[in-house]
């Protein structure tokens, strides 16, 4: 079963990069200015879409987010799951302990300056898998706005009303 895995480092502490994930003022930022709430389902329109993709969110933590396709469109999208998993990235001198795993740098988990965030698009039906490719080419372009916006606090939607693409 296809699976989308896109790892990166922000620098930005883990409240910062959850704020974004979680918060209608963080989501808009990066994703879609069209982001509304019913109970613990996000719904996210977009510009020549029918109808707003329904995402429910099934935890949201400073260790991670998960949400879960809970609407009919996109149909290819039908039983899938998103996970953001927010970790410290390890010492950039590349410090390991006795076993060679890596040792998180600075204070207790989720306090320091710098997130490492591993995004994950799974539960593809089969049939599905033809459009994997386009989905992970979009979710790279987002997780770079995210990325930039938890950075910066600049917020640059990928999409807006009217279908334009705000430039990076």
């Given at each position: 079963?296809?699976e989308?895995?896109l ?12 704020a974004?994930l979680?918060t209608h003022?963080g ?12 109970d613990d ?5 977009f510009?020549d879409?029918p109808e707003?993709?329904r ?7 400073l ?5 879960t396709?809970?609407?009919a ?23 390991s302990?006795?076993a060679?795993?890596?040792v998180?740098?600075g204070?207790?988990a989720?306090?320091g ?5 591993l995004f ?7 049939g599905?898998e ?8 979009t979710w790279?372009?987002?997780?770079v706005?995210?990325?930039?916006y ?5 917020a ?11 430039a990076?």
């Amino acid at each position: 079963m296809a699976e989308i895995a896109l790892e990166l480092d922000i620098a930005a502490p883990r409240a910062v990069v959850l704020a974004a994930l979680t918060t209608h003022d963080g989501l808009t930022s990066w994703w879609t200015t069209e982001v509304e709430r019913e109970d613990d389902v996000l719904l996210f329109g977009f510009p020549d879409v029918p109808e707003p993709f329904r995402l429910r969110r099934e935890r949201a933590d400073l260790d991670r987010v998960v949400w879960t396709n809970a609407g009919a469109f996109p149909p290819h999208w039908a039983g899938t799951w998103i996970s953001w998993d927010l970790a410290d990235p390890a010492d950039p001198a590349g410090s390991s302990d006795p076993a060679g795993r890596a040792v998180p740098s600075g204070g207790p988990a989720g306090t320091g300056h710098r997130t490492r965030l591993l995004f994950r698009h799974g539960g593809w039906q089969p049939g599905s898998e033809d459009g994997v490719p386009a989905v992970a080419g979009t979710w790279a372009q987002l997780l770079v706005r995210l990325k930039d916006y938890a950075q910066s606090g600049t917020a640059q939607p990928l999409f807006t009303p009217g279908g334009h693409h705000h430039a990076p």
